[in-house]
C-alpha cells in the first residue's frame, strides 16, 4: 500500500511503471491500474481510463510482481541554482531514481492530479555510457519558476545548465534530444500542423542551422554519426551562407500564399526589391523582427521557401552534443 500511496502522488503513473520495468506494454500497465483500481480503491478507475475497460478485471498481478519491488520511485528534491541575465533563480526539480534511469522533471503549479512537465530530462546508460536525454521542453504558463520572462530558449538553458552540474555526479558524456519543435503564430489558432511552424526550419532559413544546432547539437544518436545526416547539415549553412533575397522569387511567395491587399503588396515589392542584395537570412530575420505582425506571412510560405532552396529537413530527427 505505501508504494501504491506514493505513485498516486505522481503526475503520470504509467511512465513510472513502465521505468521500473521498461519491458512492460502498454496492456501490462493497464493491466497494474485496474489490479490498484479493483483491490484498493474504485476512484483509481480514472487513471485507467482509455480502453481499460476492456480488459478482464480479474488479471495475475504476479507477473508485475518484479517491477512493482525491483527499486523504489520516491520522488526527491533538487534544487538547482541557476544565472540568467544577471539573476540568480533557485529553481526546484523533483527527481525519481529507478533501476535503469534517474528522471528530473520541472512541473506546472498546477495540482498533483494534472501536473504538466515544463522540463523533462531522462539519465540513463546506453553501451555501458551515461547520457542526459532531454525528453520534452514545454513553455507552458504556470512552469514553477521565479522568473518573469520565462521563454522556450530560457527553460532549454536551464535543462542543458542543470545536466552540466550533474555531469560530475553521474558521469554523464552526452546530451540526446529529439527535435520535434515548433512554435505557433500568436493569436492565430491553436497549435496544429497548418498553424504550426517547424522550429528547425525556421532556423534554417535565418541562421543556417537548426534552433538545437546553435547549441552545438547534429544529427546523431548516443555519439553516432551519420556521414551523410552531417553532409547535408553542413550543406544547409553552405546554402543559406550564399544566398541573396534576389535569388529566391519572394515577392510571389509571399503574395501567392497571403491574403494581401493591393497596396499591402506595392509596398512588399518595394521594401524586398530595396533589400535585393541583402542575405537572404538577414532579410527574414529582419522581416520576423515584428514577429506579431508578420509570423503568419512567414508560415504561409516558409515551406515552398525550403524546399526552393532544396535545403535538407531535420524535423523529427536525433541530435546529439558531447558535453
Same mark, same amino acid.
Given at each position: 500500500?505505501?508504494?501504491?500511496? =506514493?505513485?498516486? !502522488?505522481? +503526475?503520470?503513473?504509467?511512465?513510472?511503471?513502465?521505468?521500473?520495468?521498461?519491458?512492460?506494454?502498454?496492456?501490462?500497465?493497464?493491466?497494474?491500474?485496474?489490479?490498484? !483500481?479493483?483491490?484498493?480503491?474504485?476512484?483509481? &478507475?480514472?487513471?485507467?481510463?482509455?480502453?481499460?475497460?476492456?480488459?478482464?478485471? !480479474?488479471?495475475?498481478?504476479?507477473?508485475?510482481?518484479?517491477?512493482?519491488?525491483?527499486?523504489?520511485?520516491?520522488?526527491?528534491?533538487?534544487?538547482?541554482?541557476?544565472?540568467?541575465?544577471?539573476?540568480?533563480?533557485?529553481? #526546484?526539480? @523533483?527527481? =525519481? #531514481?529507478? =533501476?535503469?534511469?534517474?528522471?528530473?522533471?520541472?512541473?506546472?503549479?498546477?495540482?498533483?492530479?494534472?501536473?504538466?512537465?515544463?522540463?523533462? *530530462?531522462?539519465?540513463?546508460?546506453?553501451?555501458k555510457k551515461t547520457?542526459?536525454?532531454?525528453?520534452?521542453?514545454?513553455?507552458?504558463?504556470?512552469?514553477?519558476?521565479?522568473?518573469?520572462?520565462?521563454?522556450?530558449t530560457f527553460l532549454? !538553458?536551464?535543462?542543458?545548465?542543470?545536466?552540466? $552540474?550533474?555531469?560530475?555526479?553521474?558521469?554523464?558524456?552526452?546530451?540526446?534530444?529529439?527535435?520535434?519543435?515548433?512554435?505557433?503564430?500568436?493569436?492565430?489558432?491553436?497549435? $496544429?500542423?497548418?498553424?504550426?511552424?517547424? /522550429?528547425?526550419?525556421?532556423?534554417?532559413?535565418?541562421?543556417?542551422?537548426?534552433?538545437?544546432?546553435?547549441?552545438?547539437?547534429?544529427?546523431?544518436? @548516443?555519439?553516432?554519426?551519420?556521414?551523410?545526416?552531417?553532409?547535408?547539415?553542413?550543406?544547409?549553412?553552405? *546554402?543559406? &551562407?550564399?544566398?541573396?533575397?534576389?535569388?529566391?522569387?519572394?515577392?510571389?511567395? *509571399?503574395?501567392?500564399?497571403?491574403?494581401?491587399?493591393?497596396?499591402? &503588396?506595392?509596398?512588399?515589392?518595394?521594401?524586398?526589391?530595396?533589400? +535585393?542584395?541583402?542575405?537572404?537570412?538577414?532579410? /527574414?530575420?529582419k522581416l520576423l523582427?515584428?514577429?506579431? &505582425?508578420?509570423?503568419?506571412?512567414?508560415?504561409?510560405?516558409?515551406?515552398?521557401?525550403?524546399? /526552393?532552396?532544396?535545403?535538407?529537413?531535420?524535423?523529427?530527427?536525433?541530435?546529439?552534443?558531447?558535453?
Amino acid at each position: 500500500m505505501e508504494l501504491f500511496h =506514493t505513485l498516486m !502522488r505522481l +503526475s503520470n503513473f504509467g511512465k513510472v511503471i513502465k521505468s521500473l520495468n521498461p519491458t512492460l506494454t502498454y496492456t501490462d500497465i493497464l493491466d497494474i491500474c485496474l489490479y490498484f !483500481r479493483n483491490v484498493n480503491d474504485d476512484n483509481f &478507475a480514472v487513471i485507467s481510463s482509455g480502453g481499460a475497460s476492456k480488459i478482464p478485471p !480479474r488479471i495475475d498481478i504476479r507477473k508485475h510482481k518484479s517491477a512493482l519491488e525491483d527499486s523504489p520511485t520516491q520522488v526527491q528534491k533538487h534544487v538547482h541554482t541557476f544565472t540568467y541575465n544577471d539573476k540568480t533563480i533557485d529553481i #526546484v526539480f @523533483y527527481y =525519481t #531514481v529507478t =533501476t535503469n534511469a534517474i528522471t528530473f522533471t520541472l512541473d506546472t503549479a498546477n495540482n498533483m492530479n494534472a501536473l504538466k512537465h515544463c522540463i523533462y *530530462i531522462v539519465i540513463e546508460n546506453v553501451n555501458k555510457k551515461t547520457y542526459a536525454n532531454i525528453k520534452n521542453i514545454s513553455l507552458y504558463d504556470n512552469c514553477k519558476i521565479n522568473y518573469n520572462n520565462i521563454t522556450g530558449t530560457f527553460l532549454f !538553458r536551464v535543462a542543458i545548465d542543470l545536466i552540466k $552540474s550533474l555531469k560530475p555526479k553521474y558521469d554523464i558524456i552526452g546530451i540526446q534530444l529529439l527535435d520535434n519543435s515548433y512554435i505557433t503564430c500568436p493569436k492565430h489558432g491553436e497549435s $496544429s500542423e497548418h498553424n504550426n511552424i517547424h /522550429l528547425s526550419m525556421m532556423s534554417t532559413l535565418l541562421y543556417g542551422t537548426t534552433w538545437y544546432g546553435k547549441y552545438k547539437f547534429e544529427p546523431g544518436e @548516443y555519439g553516432k554519426r551519420d556521414k551523410h545526416d552531417i553532409d547535408n547539415f553542413n550543406n544547409n549553412k553552405t *546554402i543559406m &551562407a550564399n544566398t541573396l533575397t534576389r535569388d529566391v522569387p519572394l515577392y510571389k511567395l *509571399i503574395k501567392d500564399n497571403n491574403d494581401i491587399t493591393s497596396e499591402q &503588396a506595392k509596398v512588399l515589392k518595394k521594401v524586398i526589391y530595396d533589400n +535585393s542584395d541583402m542575405p537572404l537570412s538577414k532579410f /527574414l530575420i529582419k522581416l520576423l523582427n515584428n514577429y506579431d &505582425a508578420n509570423c503568419v506571412i512567414f508560415r504561409n510560405m516558409y515551406k515552398q521557401l525550403y524546399n /526552393l532552396l532544396k535545403l535538407e529537413k531535420f524535423v523529427g530527427y536525433k541530435f546529439y552534443r558531447k558535453i
